[in-house]
T-cell receptor, first 116, second 110 residues
């Protein structure tokens, strides 16, 4: 149980284009989903938290207009990197928890983004 | 959330028990101890969590000292597939976000 998937697993795009990453909870309803970013040899950094049906809460320093998050249903959240640049190349990971206040997060396998 | 301290790396022979320590001396009464691990190029994996009692599941055991200022994650029979970075995280019992530190890189060798 508690399986989270991400799609795509990796993507290469040209600078200036937008990329959408999907995060799905496969066997449970995720009231809250989280998006993280991880640069090489660094730890995960939380980008934003989203609750189903409401606007995402972004961490300090994360541009909400550049990283668009939509959590339209209890099983799907999407992260769109708009006008991607090479410095946005990173490993993007989502996680989901089963209810508000439930701290156990279950993580997806990650999406590796390379912007040329 | 309380800060945690972990050794940067540890080695373990395959088949032996791996004991990963974590110090959390500023933990408060309503904060849980969570353990996750991240195998290279994968998303983190939840292992176990506890408040003050020792916990065991199919993956590991968690031993929390009586004063709750430290804990140990035990992998009873480590395999090569257990090679990963292990993160000890302290969380408030209410809604909270995970803050990943540098963790412990566990290398299991044949």
């Amino acid at each position: 149980g508690a399986v989270v998937s991400q799609h795509p697993s990796w993507v290469i795009c040209k600078s200036g284009t937008s990329v959408k990453i999907e995060c799905r909870s496969l066997d449970f309803q995720a009231t809250t989903m989280f998006w993280y970013r991880q640069f090489p040899k660094q730890s995960l950094m939380l980008m934003a938290t989203s609750n189903e049906g409401s606007k995402a809460t972004y961490e300090q320093g994360v541009e909400k207009d550049k990283f668009l998050i939509n959590h339209a249903s209890l099983t799907l959240s999407t992260l769109t990197v708009t006008s991607a640049h090479p410095e946005d190349s990173s490993f993007y990971i989502c996680s989901a928890s089963t209810r508000v206040g439930q701290e156990t997060q279950y993580f997806g396998p990650g999406t590796r983004l390379l912007v040329l | 959330d309380a800060k945690t301290t972990q050794p940067p790396s540890m080695d373990c022979a395959e088949g032996r028990a791996a004991n990963l320590p974590c110090n959390h001396s500023t933990i408060s009464g309503n904060e849980y101890v969570y353990w996750y691990r991240q195998i290279h190029s994968q998303g983190p994996q939840y292992i176990i969590h506890g408040l003050k009692n020792n916990e065991t599941n199919e993956m590991a055991s968690l031993i929390i000292t009586e004063d709750r200022k430290s804990s140990t994650l035990i992998l009873p029979h480590a395999t090569l597939r257990d090679t990963a970075v292990y993160y000890c995280i302290v969380l408030n019992s209410g809604y909270s976000t995970l803050t990943f530190g540098k963790g412990t890189m566990l290398l299991v060798s044949p």
